[in-house]
């Protein structure tokens, strides 16, 4: 990236612009053709909204394109857990085998055991606890970076922070109640193995 400082702030406004757009023009098509408790009780309110045009094909459509952007993401994902694994890994807070790099600089085994972890649970789990506990695990990742941010000098990057740190916590709140207790589970576990490194790093 040639200028970063530019070009990057630009990237993101325009991310954003373009994601929310398209999420208020899917919004306002589901309720156009939908009621909206039959959107409300629906788990796949788009597909049912295109059903309505009569056109299984269309359907079909909706249906693979929704595997492919949850593929997609889950690769994002899979790639971000990975890293914050690593540097974890690096400090100490998990095992060492977990910094083992490949010869082009790639977490492989912080990759590899991500991805063991989150095949091992996805029988156990059902789709929307799962879909609702990785929002929720996300929102606190994002939650602790708008905290860190409140350290930052200047009152509007401040209040951006505060923003972000209370919308993270009211959007958590909002999930369904067992995506909740799946991430305080997974605070808690990671507050008590954090203490654990840190008294073996004393001792």
Do not use: K
């Not at 991310?15 to 039959?38: E, G, K, N």
């Not at 059903?51 to 094909?57: N, Y």
């Not at 970076?145 to 209370?166: F, H, I, K, M, P």
């Amino acid at each position: 990236m040639r200028d970063p400082a530019r070009t990057i702030p630009r990237a993101v406004a325009v991310s954003f612009a373009v994601v929310t757009a398209l999420y208020v023009v899917a919004a306002a098509a589901v309720a156009h053709a939908l009621p909206p408790d039959v959107a409300d009780a629906s788990d796949r309110a788009v597909a049912d909204a295109v059903d309505t045009l009569g056109h299984p094909a269309l359907t079909t459509a909706v249906a693979v394109t929704a595997v492919v952007a949850a593929g997609g993401a889950l690769l994002s994902l899979l790639g971000g857990v990975s890293r914050t694994t690593l540097a974890m890994s690096r400090d100490r807070h998990l095992p060492r085998a977990l910094a083992r790099e490949s010869s082009r600089g790639v977490p492989a085994a912080a990759q590899v055991a991500v991805a063991v972890v989150v095949v091992a649970a996805l029988p156990f789990v059902d789709a929307a606890e799962a879909v609702a506990a990785s929002s929720g695990c996300v929102l606190v990742y994002y939650a602790l970076t708008n905290a860190a941010a409140l350290t930052l000098d200047g009152t509007v990057l401040r209040v951006l922070a505060a923003a972000g740190l209370l919308g993270c916590l009211l959007l958590v709140l909002s999930l369904p109640v067992a995506g909740v207790l799946w991430t305080l589970a997974v605070v808690v576990a990671g507050l008590a193995a954090g203490r654990l490194t840190l008294r073996r790093a004393a001792a």
